[in-house]
Structure formats: structure tokens, C-alpha cells
């Protein structure tokens, strides 16, 4: 394959050569990763920069819904937009975002739309890394917006998170104790909440939620990436397009003021440190599943489990067969 060739055509915008640089990046296979990592590195080469917009929430909050009427929003003001997903459970699931085709119906069927579903893969690590190139390569395809799609499984919403510039939360309507759904550590990380369905008979619920999670938010650490007033809890309706307007204009003046503010491409100078990090320790775990480690280790294990060997002293030794190679 030639990698030159299908790096231009990836900058050049070419949906097919896009497509097919994102299955390269998704292999497993020692030599594609190799032409990936040489991908990579010409594609960087565009300088170009989308808006990375992180989006979370549990099934049926109306993620799809909303990416279909906000990504149509944005397509109606002439931008170019990408969806991607991290979803490490896919493989099972059948893939949220395909089988979320019928919701996000207008969108799919856009020129100026790219949907990609999560890769399948059972492992977090993998699909992290696998969509973290992906969010890279269409960025430097010419995408202005890349909204990154996550149920929220466990550590799904750090690796999300941590390859975005804004991240918002979903929320629906609650019933008054929901606050307690929500891990506090998830609303840390959220820069915008929305809560969606504030329509019909569901409205004052979603006043009253939103108000909550107001209240909640002033409550938290103030961080230093935030102006006056973020984060902040905005109600929504996806179905009826109602409030996508006033959200936008949150995001775009949060994404101005850390522009400004430097905090913009610091947070994108720390995640590209924070991946180098992951990428290390991801290699020296694949090290430690492949042979001869894995039978070493197994054998060690057993001699530990009978306490012929302590902990510390079988480590020791699987550490220093893993130094000399
Ligand atoms: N009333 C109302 N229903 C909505 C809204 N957004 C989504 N829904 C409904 O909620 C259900 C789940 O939506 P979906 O977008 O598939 O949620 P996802 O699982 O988070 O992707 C569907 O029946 C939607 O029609 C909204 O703004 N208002
Ligand atoms: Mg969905």
C-alpha cells in the first residue's frame, strides 16, 4: 500500500481514501500498524484543526437523536462534520452507531457527514486508540466538526474525554434523586450538560433537572479551563430542535475564550502526552500476553500460588526477562 498516496487522498478529502485509512489504523496486524504510525505522521503534516466534541450519555438519553439534529445544524451552516463512537461493547451490541442509522437517517445520507461506528474490539485500549487515530485522520481530511460518541461504560467517558476539546453530558428528565446516577467524576469531566427531552409533558422535569445539576456543577472544584458561568446545564430538545442554537453558542464561546486563553492547546498538548503514556504502557501489557512472557508468567504464577516464590521476587524476574529482551 502506499502510504503517501492514501495520506493525500485523505487530505485532499476523498471519503473512500478516508475510509480506507481508518480500517489501516483499526488493524491489529503487526505490519499495518507500522504503515499506520508512517500514516499518521504524513497526515499531521496538514496542520489542519476541527472542533472535537466529546458526547456522552446512557442509552436513550437521545445521543443519536441529537447528533443527527445538531450535525444537521452544523451541516446547514456549511460545515463539515464526522461522527465516531467509542464503544468497546459494539462487537456484542452490533455497533450503537450502525444500528442508530435510522435515527441519525438525514445525517448518514449528507455529503458533508462522515459516521463511522466503533471498531470492534472487546478491549477499551484497543478501541481508544483506534478512534483516536480515526478522530485525528479526519480532522485532516477537512472535517470542521468531530463529535466522538460514547455510552458511558465504565472508562469509556476518561478515553472520550481525553480526546476531545468539550465534552458534553446528556442527561434526560429525572424524578428528583438522579443526581446520584451520575458519578461525580463523570461531571467533572463535563463541560456543558444537556438535558435533553425538555418537550411536551417532559419540560418541567427537564427545568427542574437542569436546575439540579446547576446547582450541582457550582458546587464542584473550579478548574481552571473554565470562564465565568462553565461549566454549565442547558436544557434541550433533539427531537424538536429546540435550544441546539443556544448550545452551539455555548460551545463556541467556551471553545473562544480557551483559544484565547492558551487553555485550548494546552489541553491538547497534555492529551497527546497523556497517549504517549498509554500507547507505552499498552505495548509493554501486549509484551507481557505474547511469548515467551505469557508461559514465563504462567509458570511463575503457579510457583507463587504454592508459595514456593513470593510476589515480589517472580515480578522481579518476569521484569528483568522483559529488560534483556
Ligand atoms: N421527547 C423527546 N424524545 C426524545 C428526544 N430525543 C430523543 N428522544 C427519544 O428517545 C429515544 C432514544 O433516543 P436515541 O437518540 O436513540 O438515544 P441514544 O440511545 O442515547 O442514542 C427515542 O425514542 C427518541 O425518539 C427529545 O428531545 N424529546
Ligand atoms: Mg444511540
Known amino acids: 500500500m502506499d502510504i503517501k498516496q492514501l495520506a493525500d487522498g485523505v487530505v485532499s478529502g476523498n471519503r473512500r481514501a478516508l475510509a480506507r485509512a481508518i480500517t489501516l489504523v483499526e488493524s491489529a496486524r503487526a505490519d499495518h500498524r507500522a504503515q499506520a504510525i508512517l500514516l499518521m505522521e504524513e497526515v499531521g503534516k496538514s496542520g489542519r484543526q476541527a472542533l472535537r466534541l466529546g458526547l456522552s450519555g446512557t442509552p436513550g438519553v437521545g445521543k443519536s437523536t441529537f447528533i443527527e439534529s445538531f450535525g444537521m445544524m452544523m451541516i446547514r451552516e456549511g460545515k463539515k462534520v464526522a461522527v465516531l463512537a467509542v464503544d468497546p461493547s459494539s462487537a456484542r451490541s452490533g455497533g450503537s452507531i450502525l444500528g442508530d442509522k435510522t435515527r441519525m437517517e438525514e445525517l448518514s445520507r449528507e455529503p458533508n457527514a462522515f459516521i463511522r461506528p466503533s471498531p470492534s474490539q472487546t478491549e477499551l485500549g484497543g478501541v481508544a486508540r483506534r478512534t483516536r487515530e480515526a478522530v485525528a485522520l479526519c480532522e485532516a481530511a477537512g472535517y470542521d466538526l468531530i463529535l466522538i460518541e460514547t455510552?458511558?461504560?465504565?472508562?469509556?467517558?476518561?478515553?472520550?474525554?481525553?480526546?476531545?476539546?468539550?465534552?458534553?453530558?446528556?442527561l434526560a428528565p429525572g424524578g428528583g434523586d438522579e443526581l446520584q446516577g451520575v458519578k461525580r467524576g463523570i461531571m467533572e469531566m463535563a463541560d456543558i450538560i444537556l438535558v435533553n427531552k425538555a418537550d411536551g409533558d417532559l419540560k418541567p422535569a427537564a427545568n427542574r433537572t437542569c436546575a439540579d445539576y446547576a446547582g450541582a456543577l457550582r458546587l464542584l472544584r473550579k478548574r481552571p479551563q473554565d470562564p465565568e458561568g462553565f461549566p454549565k446545564a442547558m436544557t434541550v430538545s433533539a427531537l424538536q430542535v429546540d435550544g441546539l442554537k443556544e448550545a452551539w453558542g455555548e460551545i463556541q464561546n467556551l471553545t473562544e475564550w480557551r483559544r484565547e486563553t492558551g487553555h485550548f492547546d494546552q489541553r491538547r498538548a497534555e492529551q497527546a502526552e497523556y497517549w504517549f503514556g498509554q500507547e507505552i504502557r499498552q505495548g509493554l501489557l501486549a509484551q507481557l500476553q505474547k511469548e515467551p512472557l505469557?508461559?514465563?508468567?504462567?509458570?511463575?504464577?503457579?510457583?507463587?500460588?504454592?508459595?514456593?516464590?513470593?510476589?515480589?521476587?517472580?515480578?522481579?524476574?518476569?521484569?528483568?526477562?522483559?529488560?534483556?529482551g
Not at 302 to 322: E, F, R, S
Request: negative net charge; proline residues 2%.
Open 151 to 170: 455510552v458511558g461504560v465504565g472508562q469509556s467517558e476518561t478515553v472520550v474525554s481525553e480526546m476531545s476539546d468539550l465534552f458534553l453530558l446528556l
Open 294 to 324: 505469557k508461559s514465563m508468567i504462567s509458570d511463575l504464577a503457579k510457583q507463587v500460588a504454592a508459595g514456593q516464590l513470593t510476589p515480589g521476587h517472580a515480578a522481579a524476574d518476569v521484569l528483568n526477562a522483559l529488560q534483556h
